[in-house]
């Protein structure tokens, strides 16, 4: 009897044991499962790291602080214009990496949020209009020319966007659309920005960088007895968030730039 309730025994432990690895192994193949990780973090590596997006976001350096503007339905011409103002500032969160373009007084746009796409290589506009509804553009850039447009919307339109930084003080963003069996773009109205406050820093001028982008350090911090600049309150808050790890991206950036 003893040695039935022995076997019972050992075959009811060895069971549990099975069950307990089976279980082990469920849970490990679940952990590495996409589904169970999709949202929770952005894709690392040289193309989705924020060294990268913010390497991507770059050329828009000169965007970032305050503009006055006038919006005008037809080039030269008063008729129907009107004033607005507007800020750029960097979103550093994270892995999230943006440039947020907020409005006041905007007819045509109220904010949005300007992004970089590694995997299809296009920038990517989400947009907040007047009346609250969104659109999302998508485009690249061509020297100082940015080119968004958007996909063909409920009334079959199809929505431009051209942001160009002819010079240190001066923006336009022009607005346009068409029909999506048309071949032209109208012209909606164009923004004459003109720069609020100092003028963007010129490279090899002397004129201090940010830590975080390189665009002109308009504040600064003291870190460690050391003075660190920054070209908005975005830039300013990343640093703060993560001193070492800007401090770190800063010198690796400057390396390549030297190795260049």
């Known amino acids: ?69 006038v919006g005008q339905p037809k080039r030269n011409s008063a008729k129907d214009s009107w004033s607005e103002t507007a800020n750029w500032v960097w979103d550093l969160k994270g892995d999230h990496v943006a440039l947020n373009y907020a409005v006041n007084r905007g007819r045509l746009m109220t904010s949005a949020a300007l992004t970089y796409n590694p995997a299809d290589k296009r920038y990517v506009f989400d947009a907040v209009l007047p009346d609250k509804s969104t659109r999302k553009y998508l485009g690249r850039r061509e020297g100082t020319k940015l080119t968004l447009e958007s996909p063909k919307d409920a009334a079959g339109q199809i929505h431009q966007v051209v942001i160009t930084q002819l010079n240190e003080k001066r923006t336009l963003v022009l607005f346009q659309s068409r029909l999506a069996e048309q071949s032209q773009f109208q012209r909606v109205a164009e ?29 600064s911090t003291v870190y460690k007895g050391k003075t660190y600049y920054f070209c908005c309150t975005g830039c300013r808050d990343a640093f703060n968030d993560d001193p070492e790890g800007i401090i770190a991206e800063a010198e690796q950036k400057a390396a390549k730039k030297k190795q260049k």
Not at 41 to 49: D, I, L, R, V, W
Request: charged share 15%; net charge positive.
């Open 191 to 219: 923004v004459g920005y003109t720069r609020e406050g100092t003028t963007l820093a010129v490279e090899g001028a002397g004129e201090p960088e940010c830590i975080v982008t390189g665009g002109k350090g308009t504040s």
């Open 1 to 69: 009897m003893s040695s039935l309730i022995g076997r019972s025994l050992a075959r009811r432990s060895a069971g549990s044991a099975l069950a307990l690895m089976t279980l082990c192994l469920v849970a490990a193949s679940l952990s590495h499962s996409p589904i169970l990780r999709a949202g929770t973090e952005q894709p690392k590596g040289a193309s989705g790291s924020r060294a990268a997006l913010v390497e991507s976001l770059e050329p828009f350096n000169g965007l970032v602080g305050g503009w006055r503007g």
